[in-house]
């Protein structure tokens, strides 16, 4: 372990993240906890909610507070996949073509409404998304650490959207929802903006893109013991034999719960994860992961429901387990 991974420091660094993003994103201070899991995790976020709940706004607050280069996308039904990646342009000074790079060439990206354009153009952010690169005209290009989707996604009952693939969907390490505050926040929010006398709400930086990086780099020192690890396999596999779900958990979702559960660990001071932390992070890790069988749609269940029956039906790993195993 290096001698600079410090888990009080990290958590300490964490917080005051979570306290300026906290300062725009008012009431929702553990979607914004769960969310900075994610980011440090390395991984994207797929936020679902209703319009005018502070998706966008929260993206935009992680990239002031991080010092992450920032870029938008409004996703559309026209928009183009070379809208999202670049295209090549003939420039005639030189008699040749020269690539110009789209909005996806960024630390932070924001699809904004990722479902209301067609599959063709949402699938342009897999390679980038997985791979970390964009390939056009038959050339890799790499992008710059971090690169961090930050999707939003109205509900698909909403006209004009278009569900995303399951590969997609997969690709995203959490899933979450914001909420309405409840009506004291809300009023403080009316509040701060009288105040302000502006609809901008200033952020502060806490860390730049260079100690956002050793923030992620910290992360992996997080020890999992054997006992942790066999629970989380141990899940996943539950979610495949729920009689509820059509399909369950990939190793990819096994995967995505050990990154999120060593976040959560390391955001709570700890450098070593605990049955908890993996608790607390199962349904957002791996109810988008799973699909209902069809019979139970009509019946509105959902697969956090059925991710929540999975853990209920697991058996927790004990102390003596864990000390056992390390």
Same mark, same amino acid.
């Given at each position: ?8 420091? /990290? ?11 906290? !300062?725009?994103? &008012? ?12 980011? /440090? ?30 870029? *938008? ?5 026209? /928009?183009?996949?070379?809208?999202v990646t670049g ?19 960024? %630390? ?6 990722? %479902? ?7 699938a342009a952010l ?27 996604? %109205? ?15 997969? *690709?995203?390490? #959490? !899933? ?20 302000? !006398? ?20 910290? #992360?992996?020192?997080?020890?999992? +013991? !054997?006992a942790i690890a ?11 034999? %729920?009689?509820?779900?059509? &399909?369950?958990? +990939?190793? *990819? ?19 070593? &994860? ?26 509105? *269940? ?25």
């Open positions: 372990m290096p001698e600079r991974f410090d888990p009080k420091r /990290l958590q300490e660094q964490a917080e005051r993240i979570i306290d300026e993003v906290s !300062r725009a994103v &008012v009431g929702k201070r553990e979607a914004v906890k769960l969310a900075l899991v994610a980011l /440090l995790s390395d991984g994207h976020i797929l936020i679902e909610d209703l319009p005018g709940l502070g998706k966008t706004l929260m993206a935009r607050s992680f990239a002031a507070a991080m010092e992450l280069d920032f870029k *938008r996308i409004q996703f559309t039904p026209d /928009l183009m996949p070379a809208d295209t090549s342009i003939y420039n005639q000074s030189t008699s040749g073509f020269e690539f110009r790079q789209g909005p996806v060439f960024t %630390n932070l990206l924001l699809a904004d409404e990722i %479902n209301r354009a067609p599959a063709k153009t949402q897999l390679e980038a998304m997985q791979e970390r690169q964009v390939t056009t005209d038959g050339e890799t290009r790499h992008l710059a650490k971090p690169f961090l989707v930050i999707a939003t996604q %109205n509900p698909l009952e909403f006209e004009g959207t278009y569900p995303l693939p399951e590969a997609q969907l997969d *690709r995203f390490l #959490i !899933r979450l929802t914001i909420g309405y505050p409840d009506e004291e926040n809300e009023a403080h929010i009316l509040e701060q903006r009288v105040e302000r !006398r502006q609809d901008e709400i200033p952020i502060s930086p806490v860390v730049d893109r260079a100690g956002f990086l050793e923030l992620q780099k910290n #992360i992996e020192w997080v020890h999992v +013991s !054997r066999r629970y989380i396999v141990a899940l996943v596999s539950a979610t495949r034999s %729920n009689n509820q779900l059509q &399909v369950g958990a +990939s190793p *990819r979702g096994a995967l995505a719960l050990l990154k999120v559960a060593r976040g959560w660990a390391a955001l709570d001071g700890r450098d070593y &994860v605990l049955p908890d932390d993996v608790k607390a992070v199962a349904v957002p890790t791996l109810a988008h992961r799973v699909s209902l069988k069809p019979e139970l749609w009509i019946q509105e *269940r959902g697969t956090e429901q059925a991710v929540l029956e999975s853990l209920q039906n697991v058996p927790t790993p004990s102390a003596a387990e864990m000390l056992r195993e390390t």
